[in-house]
C-alpha cells in the first residue's frame, strides 16, 4: 500500500492568505522528502526538499516542516497567488533512485 | 535549455495491444525514470534507469518493460494493454550520482509532460 499519505484531498484558500498542506507518512525508514507541484496538463515541478536530519527548511514564499515522531510533513505558502492553483504532492524515498508519492491535495486559490 | 520530452503526448490504443513510450532526458541527465499516474493510485513508481542499466523497478507486471540507450533516451513499453492501464506516463530526468547521493540537488527529478494513454 501506500507509503505517503495526504489530510485532505482539496484546499480552498482566499488569495492573500497563507495555505497549509498536510502530509502523512508511515515508513519511519524515510529519510528524505520532497514536495511537488502539478499543474493541469504538466509534469510535477520541484518546489522543495528536507532531509530527515532537518525539521525545518524555507524557500520563496514556501516552508517545510517535518515532524518525524508523529511521521508528518507539512507545506506551508505564503501569501497564496492564483498561480500557486495545483495540485500538490509529497513524496519520500528510503532507497535509491525511487520516491513514493502520496496521492495529491488540489489547492484553489479564490480571487 | 530544453527540458524532458516526451512523445506522444496522446494516444488511444485498444486492449490486447501494445505501445512503446519514448523520453528524452534533459541534456547531461544520465538517469531516467518512469512513473504511472492515475486518479486512483496517484504517482506510481515503475522503474528508473541509468547509463542502460535498471536499477530499481516498482511492483508493476512484468508486460511493463523499459530500457535506455546510449544516449540516456528511454523507452517503455506496454504489452497486451488492459483498460486498467489507462493512465498519464511520466518520465523524469536527473544527474543520477552514485546511491548516498541522493539528498543532493543532483538527484532532483525533472518530469516532462507525461504520455497520455487512453486502452479502449
Known amino acids: ?111 | 535549455k530544453a527540458g524532458v520530452t516526451q512523445t506522444p503526448r496522446y494516444l488511444i490504443k485498444t486492449r490486447g495491444q501494445q505501445v512503446t513510450l519514448s523520453c528524452s532526458p534533459i541534456s547531461g541527465h544520465r538517469s531516467v525514470s518512469w512513473y504511472q499516474q492515475t486518479p486512483g493510485q496517484g504517482l506510481q513508481f515503475l522503474f528508473e534507469y541509468f547509463s542502460e542499466t535498471q536499477r530499481n523497478k516498482g511492483n508493476f507486471p512484468g508486460r511493463f518493460s523499459g530500457r535506455q540507450f546510449s544516449n540516456s533516451r528511454s523507452e517503455m513499453n506496454v504489452s497486451t494493454l488492459e483498460l486498467g492501464d489507462s493512465a498519464l506516463y511520466l518520465c523524469a530526468s536527473s544527474l543520477g550520482r552514485s546511491p548516498g547521493t541522493r539528498f543532493s540537488g543532483a538527484n532532483v527529478l525533472t518530469f516532462g509532460a507525461g504520455s497520455r494513454l487512453t486502452v479502449l
Not at chain 1, 519511519?28 to 509534469?43: P, T
Not at chain 1, 525545518?56 to 508528518?72: A, C, D, S
Request: net charge neutral; with cysteine.
Open chain 1, 1 to 111: 500500500g501506500e507509503s505517503v499519505g495526504l489530510h485532505l484531498p482539496t484546499l480552498s484558500v482566499q488569495e492573500g492568505d497563507n495555505s497549509i498542506i498536510n502530509c502523512a507518512y508511515s515508513n519511519s525508514a524515510s529519510d528524505y522528502f520532497i514536495w511537488y507541484k502539478q499543474e493541469s496538463g504538466k509534469g510535477p515541478q520541484f518546489i522543495i526538499d528536507i532531509r530527515s536530519n532537518m525539521d525545518k527548511r524555507q524557500g520563496q514564499r514556501v516552508t517545510v516542516l517535518l515532524n518525524k515522531t508523529v511521521k508528518h510533513l507539512s507545506l506551508q505558502i505564503a501569501a497564496t497567488q492564483p498561480g500557486d492553483s495545483a495540485v500538490y504532492f509529497c513524496a519520500e524515498t528510503h532507497e535509491d533512485y525511487k520516491l513514493s508519492f502520496g496521492a495529491g491535495t488540489t489547492v484553489t486559490v479564490r480571487a
